[in-house]
């Protein structure tokens, strides 16, 4: 079997053993299949969002953190899902703004559209985390290992885990998607193969007072060898990923 059959084959499996342990609610089906959100239906099937967002347990009336949302892919859904009584707030850190300007005039974008009304987009500076009212749900889908990189200002993962825990009310939850480095390469990796290890993700998270909460294996890959940056064509959009769910007590 060659590797693109070998990844196929184990994302088919991983996705089979997902559906079997963390059934897809409805609502999040249908946020999922939101005509407004058809353009993004071509990544659905390596990026799993359903899977996600019931893995991150959004619900009806939630207040979302989408935490570097780039083009506003699961804000999207996340607002479809959260509907009317609930609110997504889109956060842009202000070193990373500088960086993907068109990402951010993107969510701006969606967040002018009446489709997406309970959408705002917060622009702040990396070591200051915070939003204005007590959050659900704080996402953040491959950046965690930016924050200690030197254009974000080699921020401390602590400053912002510890935010976070602020930021969410008792029981919210704190869900990481990363790509995954070499086991013991700590954060080694972050600036130069954009990697991190989960196991300092989650000693890191948990050393703020998190309980770790959950995993979910939908987008791991093993023929991903963790030795090739995540932007190189033979593994680009394919990457080994950890997807971990932290629960502030």
């Known amino acids: 079997m060659d590797k693109c059959k070998a990844w196929l084959v184990a994302g088919l499996l991983s996705g089979l053993a997902m559906a079997a342990s963390t059934p897809i609610p409805p609502y999040v089906t249908a946020a999922v299949s939101d005509p407004a959100r058809s353009k993004d239906a071509e990544a659905d099937a390596r990026r799993h969002p359903g899977e996600l967002a019931a893995f991150a347990r959004v619900k009806s009336g939630d207040v979302v953190v989408d935490l570097i949302p780039g083009s506003g892919y699961f804000t999207r859904v996340f607002s479809v899902i959260v509907g009317p009584k609930g609110h997504v707030y889109a956060v842009w850190p202000n070193e990373y703004a500088k960086e993907d300007a068109e990402s951010v005039a993107l969510t701006q974008m969606l967040a002018k559209d009446p489709h997406y009304a309970n959408v705002t987009v917060l622009t702040q500076p990396g070591a200051t985390f915070s939003v204005p009212v007590k959050a659900d749900v704080v996402w953040t889908s491959q950046n965690y290992h930016d924050y200690p990189d030197k254009f974000m200002g080699n921020i401390d993962p602590k400053v912002l885990n510890d935010a976070v825990f602020r930021a969410l009310k008792p029981g919210g939850v704190f869900v990481i998607v990363d790509h995954v480095a070499e086991a013991g390469s700590g954060m080694r990796d972050t ?55 932290f629960r502030k007590p």
Do not use: C, Y
Not at 191 to 212: N, S, Y
């Open 191 to 245: 600036d130069t193969l954009h990697r991190i290890d989960p196991q300092t993700v989650k000693e890191q998270v948990m050393a703020a007072g998190f309980q770790f909460d959950g995993e979910t294996d939908v987008l791991r890959n093993p023929v991903d060898d963790h030795r090739k940056k995540v932007f190189d064509a033979s593994i680009r959009g394919r990457t080994d990923q950890f997807g971990f769910r």
